[in-house]
């Protein structure tokens, strides 16, 4: 751990686990019942700064990096890490620790990968909570200029390879400050630590090579699996908890939680203030729902 991981995870331990394909990398601590925490693009397990250590006061907390993010090295490569891939993954992980049942709360991309572990393992999550998200096929359905415009890395990220990976070497910092920025309304709104964080693990080629096959596979074989789960009327047994920024869904026709309520009977949430980066910026909101829930439909 470096020094700024030490002093926001204060009483954590590193995650230093190679379970299956990949070599884990992470923050693991508190006790309780198992809680897996999955980050978002561009980012690594540092975004659950604020929120893992207020869960570990009643949770084991595991935050990894996903696949190929951060320090968490993917060691075979024959086959893209779609969606599905990632979520067997995170099960022999949990596996390996001892979990066999937890919850998941997921953001951004993580929270992809989260819904895609409770459809195809739907006996190991307990209760699944979405920041920011909602389908992958549903996001697509959704696209219009205005989302174009402002999410156009979905379809730069996703073109083949090695194109995005070429042009994204030209200048990392420079592209990964543009899209924080963005994110988090400025620069100057972002904690130093976890800007130094996510700007030296986008700065290692694997890292972005592993973020651009993460949008071609959303773009391809994660869709894919949407719609045959859609066409064959599977849904998420477990809880399914929803929050968004009221500012990124203004003016959309339907609400996360109308259009989840498609994919689990029991789904619950509300919108709240703040951008897109809910753990970072929105975390007291996030904790607010984010307990009583996990409280709701955990147990030891």
Not at 105 to 133: C, K
Not at 232 to 243: D, S, T
Not at 251 to 262: K, L, N, S, V, Y
Request: hydrophobic share 45%; aromatic share 10%.
């Amino acid at each position: 751990m470096n020094q700024a991981a030490n002093e926001w995870f204060e009483g954590f331990s590193k995650l230093d686990v190679t379970a299956g394909d990949v070599h884990f990398n992470g923050m693991i601590g508190g006790s309780g019942p198992p809680v897996l925490l999955l980050h978002g693009y561009p980012q690594t397990h540092f975004v659950w700064r604020y929120i893992a250590p207020v869960l570990a006061r009643f949770y084991t907390v595991i935050a990894p990096d996903l696949p190929g993010y951060g320090a968490s090295v993917t060691l075979a490569h024959e086959q893209r890490w779609t969606k599905r891939r990632v979520a067997h993954a995170l099960v022999e992980l949990m596996s390996a620790l001892g979990h066999e049942r937890f919850a998941v709360v997921g953001h951004d991309r993580g929270a992809r990968a989260g819904y895609r572990l409770a459809l195809d393992h739907p006996e190991r999550v307990a209760a699944y909570a979405s920041l920011t998200v909602v389908p992958t096929i549903d996001a697509f359905a959704s696209v219009n200029k205005a989302f174009a415009v402002n999410a156009w890395h979905w379809f730069f990220l996703a073109q083949p390879a090695d194109l995005p990976e070429r042009m994204l070497a030209a200048d990392p910092d420079a592209f990964i400050e543009r899209a924080l920025g963005k994110m988090a309304g400025g620069l100057e709104r972002m904690d130093s630590d976890a800007l130094d964080a996510y700007r030296r693990a986008f700065r290692n080629p694997d890292v972005r090579h592993a973020m651009c096959e993460d949008y071609r596979a959303a773009a391809d074989e994660d869709s894919t699996h949407d719609s045959a789960d859609r066409a064959a009327g599977r849904k998420l047994v477990c809880p399914v908890m929803v929050l968004w920024s009221l500012e990124e869904r203004k003016g959309q026709p339907h609400t996360p939680i109308e259009i989840w309520r498609a994919w689990a009977d029991e789904v619950s949430g509300r919108g709240i203030g703040g951008g897109h980066l809910q753990p970072e910026e929105s975390h007291e909101e996030v904790l607010h729902d984010l307990v009583p829930f996990l409280r709701q439909h955990t147990s030891s």
